[in-house]
């Protein structure tokens, strides 16, 4: 009676441990990878933060600058950016249309840009130079001219 009742708990915990991996799958599968900010695509220009593309000085955050970025088919807005070296930047990036890159060359920062969703990404210009910002999802017949420039002075 012992093994059945063991080999029953064993199974149930099984299942149990299953389902706990399936759903988080599930819904790392299907959520972009920062959901939590939504954006209505039709309106990125009228919402905030979006009415200003462009670097922001900010206070009383942990960051210095908030760097708003919008895509579109085929170029980044705004298309050139200069950002001061040591500097903690915020970047707040949507699309307003299809699925974009927003990747900056020779470094970590690599987002991808969804309809409807915003990307963020904190981190420190530490080097002077410049820099390339490049949009790595195929997103039309432009895609291979969508790109940005970005010094760090
Ligand atoms: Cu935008 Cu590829």
């Known amino acids: 009676r012992y093994e059945k009742w063991w080999l029953t708990f064993g199974i149930g915990a099984l299942i149990i441990f299953l389902a706990i991996v399936g759903i988080q799958a599930f819904h790392q599968g299907h959520q972009p990878p920062s959901a939590k900010v939504k954006v209505d695509p039709e309106r990125v220009d ?3 933060p979006f009415t200003k593309p462009g670097l922001h000085k ?5 960051w210095d600058y908030e760097l708003v970025i919008v895509a579109s088919a085929f ?18 990036a949507t699309t307003k249309d299809v699925v974009h890159g927003f990747e900056v060359a ?8 969804e309809p409807g969703y915003v990307s963020e990404y ?12 490049v949009c790595n999802e195929y997103c039309g ?3 291979h001219m969508m790109s940005a420039r970005l010094k760090v002075v």
């Open 46 to 48: 009228q919402t905030e």
């Open 58 to 62: 900010v206070t009383g955050k942990d």
């Open 75 to 92: 170029m980044f807005n705004p298309g050139e950016i200069e950002i001061p070296r040591g500097s903690k930047v915020k970047i707040i």
């Open 106 to 113: 020779g470094t970590n920062i690599n987002m991808m840009l």
């Open 122 to 133: 904190i981190t420190t210009f530490k080097k002077n130079g410049e820099y390339l910002i």
């Open 141 to 143: 017949t432009g895609h």
